[in-house]
């Protein structure tokens, strides 16, 4: 009889892979979807026909073009990169993440981000074996500027993330601060911009001008969620070493194909991000109106907004058929928040009447 330890989990795997949640991605059928960032509105049905023509006529049965020129080029058409800056293309900005962790992760370095942020920062720096250090946003979410550059003194981090807009919050950063972040950083800085088509500023313009720098984006929130693209733009110099952590064909056929051709359109993609944006303003009038509920304001395509009783009012209003995103024991800073995605005009009255029901029932 063997007296080796049985093959488990516990007893194989990393402690801190075992402390670990996986990302949870709730079940949203025959729900008003407001929790996930997406694009409400579907493509118009000209193109939807033309992206069917391209579809029929792709070679599936072939692997993809490995270095995707062609998305790249147009990538870099709708995107006005600076002269000499590449791109990396990714399966969603979420294997980007990773890719840059990987390419930092000598024994002690450590990754950086603000709190609370994109918690893929955080999870991703744990699967890669980084230490983390999350540096406290102030009350109303504002970068604590001080705060952040005495943490990367103190702790010379490898790699900086900073989303812009943040999620969960939907502020941009003072951008000043974040140009000090880059002067101070020792390591690289990668300004998050996955809502870069709600926003009013980027990072892009100054690419050329820090050697440090990064940005990237995905497609995701513009209309391509299923399509799960992201890129990282920047200087060839970093570029070149991240392409050898990228697996091969990790952008696929049609993913290529179907963005490629999206992107000619982008002023479509483009005017339907401008109705989100109208939409927005509507939703967040609608919401300071409700009595009880505090609203913080957005650069997103999403509204944080503080309720009491928020886990209540969220199951509320799952109970009416409304998903949101309840944010409340993810995070101290975070307690009675929820999130809500804004969506298309009838599903923005529709969640207002179920919050305001719902409040109602439980006061």
């Keep these: 009889m063997s007296s080796a330890r049985p093959v488990v989990p516990a007893n194989l795997l990393r402690p801190e892979l075992l402390g670990l949640n996986a990302y949870h991605v709730p079940p949203a059928s025959g729900m008003i979807k407001l929790d996930a960032m997406e694009n409400p509105y579907l493509l118009p049905q000209a193109l939807r026909d033309e992206i069917a023509r391209l579809v029929a006529d792709a070679e599936i049965n072939r692997y993809p073009d490995a270095g995707a020129q062609q998305l790249k080029a147009a990538i ?3 995107t006005n990169l600076p002269p000499g800056m590449e791109v990396l293309l990714g399966n969603g900005s979420d294997e980007i993440i990773q890719l840059l962790a990987l390419a930092v992760a000598r024994p002690g370095a450590v990754l950086l981000s603000v709190e609370p942020s994109f918690v893929m920062y955080r999870m991703i720096a744990t ?3 980084m230490k983390y250090v999350g540096v406290p946003l102030d ?10 550059l005495d943490a ?3 702790e010379q981090p490898a790699l900086v993330f900073l989303a812009y807009p943040n999620n969960p919050t939907g502020n941009l950063f003072d951008a000043a601060a974040i140009k000090q972040i880059i002067e101070a950083a020792p390591g690289l800085v990668v300004v998050d911009e996955a809502y ?3 926003a009013r500023d980027s990072f892009i313009p100054l690419l050329a001008q820090y050697d440090n720098l990064l940005v990237m984006r995905t497609f995701s929130k513009l209309g391509m969620a299923g399509l799960r693209l992201g890129f990282l733009a920047g200087s060839g110099a970093w570029l070149e070493q991240l392409e050898k952590l990228r697996l091969p064909y990790n952008v696929g056929v049609l993913p290529q194909l179907v963005a490629a051709r999206l992107l000619q359109h982008h002023d479509v993609l483009l005017a339907q991000a401008e109705r989100i944006k109208q939409e927005r303003a509507k939703l967040l009038a609608a919401l300071n109106a409700v009595v009880g509920v505090r ?4 650069e997103a395509n999403f509204i944080l907004f503080r309720v009491g009783k ?4 969220f199951e509320g209003l799952k109970r009416r ?6 944010l409340n024991g993810g995070h101290p800073a975070l307690t009675d928040c929820l999130r809500v995605t804004v969506g298309a005009p009838d599903e923005n009255k529709k969640f207002v009447a179920a919050l305001q029901d719902t409040i109602n029932q439980l006061a």
């Design 295 to 298: 609203t913080y304001s957005s």
């Design 76 to 78: 870099g058409q709708v």
């Design 152 to 154: 990367i003194q103190r």
């Design 139 to 148: 009350e109303d979410f504002a970068l604590d500027r001080k705060a952040m």
């Design 310 to 313: 928020a886990t209540q009012v």
């Design 321 to 326: 058929g409304v998903l949101i995103k309840n």
């Design 196 to 198: 870069y088509a709600f």
């Design 127 to 129: 699967f890669v074996g």
